[in-house]
């Protein structure tokens, strides 16, 4: 007896094409809207990027000066602050900062959020005890991102409010001890 042989089918049927197109277009949608939905998330994050990045390391520094202080004065800017005249209570753009150092003498500090080169920057003025005169350019900037910085005292307690780039607020308070 002569055995039979099956034909071997060389394609696919129309189903198996449609079930595979099908299942290839849900896939690629998903991982479009995936990918969609992680640029959304990365553009809100980044916009509160001064609050993630910078604020924290801010506080620390500020925390650190204020807390070596032993007492602290307001003004409305900079050069109010060198010549100690018109201290406020609210509304400030500067902080002096008196340090008393270890063999009895005592350095000044000044944070200033001001206007320089047309770009707002909290800087930091220091005054080593046998300086007769403030420096005319900051030692260092703290930042340079928020678009404005409050110094207050209205309340017995230090409040620095800081307005970050994007319109976001963090307030920061503390005294000396």
């Given at each position: ?25 849900g896939i690629a949608a998903t991982i479009v809207a995936t990918l ?11 916009s509160f990027q001064f609050l993630r990045d910078e604020a924290p ?12 202080a032993d007492s602290y004065r307001l003004y409305t800017n900079r ?99």
């Amino acid at each position: 007896m002569k055995a039979t042989r099956r034909k071997t089918r060389a394609g696919f049927t129309l189903i198996e094409m449609a079930l595979t197109l099908s299942l290839s277009i849900g896939i690629a949608a998903t991982i479009v809207a995936t990918l969609q939905q992680q640029v959304s998330f990365t553009r809100v994050i980044s916009s509160f990027q001064f609050l993630r990045d910078e604020a924290p390391q801010i506080n620390t520094l500020l925390a650190n000066l204020i807390n070596k202080a032993d007492s602290y004065r307001l003004y409305t800017n900079r050069t109010s602050a060198m010549a100690s005249s018109g201290a406020v209570n609210a509304n400030g753009r500067a902080l002096r900062l008196r340090l008393r150092n270890p063999d009895g003498t005592s350095s000044n500090a000044i944070i200033s959020f001001e206007l320089v080169n047309d770009k707002n920057q909290l800087n930091f003025y220091f005054r080593a005890p046998n300086d007769t005169s403030w420096p005319t350019t900051p030692s260092w900037t703290i930042t340079a991102r928020p678009t404005l910085v409050d110094f207050s005292n209205n309340t017995g307690i230090l409040l620095i409010a800081m307005t970050g780039p994007s319109g976001e607020e963090i307030t920061f308070a503390g005294n000396p001890e």
